[in-house]
């Protein structure tokens, strides 16, 4: 846990910088007023819940209103995603849950990433010598580690809820009895390939008449209803012993290539509370969670982005070809020395500080201007070579952010991984597929070490990377983050910009175009930035490809001073169907 990070901060801090005001436009559309960056007049209070689903949003609210705290509400957001949602999160999952505790000013760390299993071997997903396609990987019951979503939620909910566990998972039990409405996007998936063709799949998705269910039918999920019913009741120990713990281990050793997830992994698994990773940018602190989590290369691009290099530039708002481009290169920097060095500590000596270094920063901030195609990673302080890998991180994610009435608060990103996870289903919900999130190749062809490669009890290297972000008294200021894939970084950077820098309303951040630059091409919501800023980039070396990767579903808000005190400036990515609500 992290105690009042800022007060060590200060001492360290980098010059203050004001934000300008000036009214803008993105791809000629008028953008809203600018906000100047001051400090809170009151401390931030709830309720305020953001998340993918408008179900799971009520549910959150439902807990606040009943005096639960930001984790108590977080458990009845995760169980009802998991139902009405279940192609990006859920009880088969991991996640890494940021909480921030008013009262201390603390915030902690739940590190519920997946874990490979005792049996696992660097060659986890070789087959004849060779590595397996990546879909038959993510398909095979090789492709599932030990669970830790609920693990997480059940160690932070200890520490910081206020409410009874059993009390917590009503609106999903209910829902999943009685039915919830197939939404247009879940709907979409359910029509899909891959995962929603398995077995599993196939049977929980096929009405009694032999079709599929589509947009506006009920569905319901009774075995879900009873696994939530026995969490509710026995805690986190049902998915460690028992029926449903036996029947996870059953699922993964089906064919196609069974997996050797055991009960004894499932028995050992335990969530780590970490020290949150904190720096300061502007007049602000950005806490982020420590490695395996890539947060230490979200904060790299915003030290990045407030070097003398970069600054200046990104200053031009967000209707400047100059500003985006000298983003996207800030990006490809980030990614070069993420896919060299991050992994699970526990395995690999991560450099954060090195990574961090003032000077190291502003190098590789100084290279930006002339990069002409992708980067190479640098060598931090500390640094021992590795390989750069290409680990894939599909879609199959969600993010979710609560603050209630004493202002604790909660950044959690939340993950099966894939589309429906491995597409294996156990009690109602879906397994993942994690630890395709590792290097499928130990080395490089020339036999280098990669970090990221498996290893027994190892956790994969993730891109989820939940903001929380505090003033410089420790105060509270506001939260974000998105799912994403290896695109969460450059997604969860676009919203801090949009915010922190360019000064722009939550939501107006959120929805402005997504650019990725990870290696030698862009993707990009290319309809968005329109046909001027579009040529503009081009001319500078930035041609846009539709993004490949799984698009943004940012969720979030800032604490925004008023003559009342303050009030919450919240937001909802406008390409997926979540809401952000306050009372």
């Known amino acids: 846990m992290s105690k009042s990070p800022f007060r060590s901060l200060l001492v360290a801090a980098l010059a203050l910088s004001l934000a300008g005001c000036q009214t803008a436009t993105v791809g000629g559309a008028p953008t809203p007023a600018r906000t100047v960056e001051t400090p809170p007049a009151a401390p931030a209070r709830g309720p305020f819940v953001a998340a993918a689903n408008p179900l799971a949003v009520e549910a959150g609210m439902a807990v606040l209103r009943r005096g639960g705290s930001a984790v108590d509400a977080a458990v009845a957001v995760q169980a009802v995603l998991g139902l009405v949602e279940p192609q990006s999160s859920g009880i088969g999952g991991g996640a890494f849950i940021m909480v921030y505790d008013a009262d201390t000013q603390e915030v902690t760390t739940y590190d519920g990433r997946e874990t490979a299993p005792a049996a696992a071997t660097p060659e986890l997903f070789y087959e004849n010598g060779v590595p397996l396609p ?7 019951g090789r492709s599932t580690g030990a669970p830790g979503a609920v693990a997480a939620l059940a160690m932070a909910q200890e520490a910081h809820g206020t409410l009874a566990w059993s009390s917590l998972f009503g609106d999903a039990e209910r829902l999943a009895r009685d039915g919830f409405t197939v939404s247009p996007r879940l709907a979409g998936f359910i029509a899909g ?11 929980y998705f096929t009405r009694p008449d032999g079709a599929r269910y589509v947009a506006g039918d009920t569905l319901r999920n009774p075995a879900y209803a009873e696994t939530v019913a026995t969490l509710a009741r026995d805690g986190i120990a049902a998915l460690r012993t028992g029926p ?23 028995a050992a698994y335990r969530p780590i509370a970490r020290d949150a990773l904190c720096r300061p940018f502007r007049v602000y602190v950005i806490c982020v969670p420590p490695p395996p989590s890539s947060g230490v290369a979200l904060l790299q691009l915003m030290a990045m982005a407030e070097s003398p290099t970069a600054a200046p530039v990104l200053a031009g708002g967000e209707t400047s070809a100059d500003a985006w481009t000298m983003f996207a290169q800030l990006q490809r920097l980030m990614y070069a020395d993420r896919d060299r060095y991050v992994a699970d500590p526990a395995f690999v000596g991560v450099p954060v500080a090195g990574l961090l270094d003032e000077g190291y920063v502003a190098s590789r901030a100084a290279l930006a201007p002339g990069l002409t195609g992708a980067a190479t990673a640098g060598t931090p302080p500390g640094g021992v070579f590795r390989a750069p890998d290409a680990t894939r991180e599909p ?3 969600s993010h979710m952010v609560i603050v209630d009435a004493a202002g604790n608060a909660v950044s959690m990103t939340t993950t099966v991984e894939s589309i429906f996870g491995s597409g294996r289903m156990v009690a109602g919900f879906f397994l993942n597929n994690q630890l395709t999130d590792f290097s499928f190749s130990p080395t490089t062809a020339e036999g280098a070490p990669i970090a990221n490669a ?29 799912p994403g894939g290896t695109s969460i970084l450059a997604y969860n950077a676009k919203g801090l910009i949009g915010t922190l820098v360019w000064g722009l309303p939550v939501q107006a951040a959120f929805d402005l175009p997504n650019l990725v630059a990870r290696g030698p091409g862009f993707g990009a919501d290319t309809s968005r930035f329109g046909p001027t800023l579009t040529e503009q980039l081009a001319e500078r070396g930035i041609v846009l490809q539709p993004n490949t990767s799984e698009n943004s579903g940012l969720h979030g808000g800032l604490w925004r001073p008023d003559s009342q005190g303050g009030h919450w400036d919240g937001g909802a990515d406008d390409r997926r169907e979540g809401v952000a609500r306050t009372e």
């Open 134 to 140: 990546f879909m038959d990987a993510v398909l095979s």
């Open 193 to 203: 390939g891959g995962q929603a063709r398995t077995r599993w799949a196939t049977e």
């Open 244 to 266: 449903i713990a036996e029947a996870i281990v059953d699922t993964v050793h089906a064919e196609p290539r069974p997996g050797s997830l055991s009960a004894a992994d499932l």
């Open 395 to 397: 879609s199959g994610t």
């Open 454 to 482: 498996v290893a027994a009890g190892k956790r994969p290297r993730s891109s989820m990377s939940p903001v929380i972000i505090l003033d410089r008294q420790g105060r509270l200021v506001g939260a974000m983050g998105s």
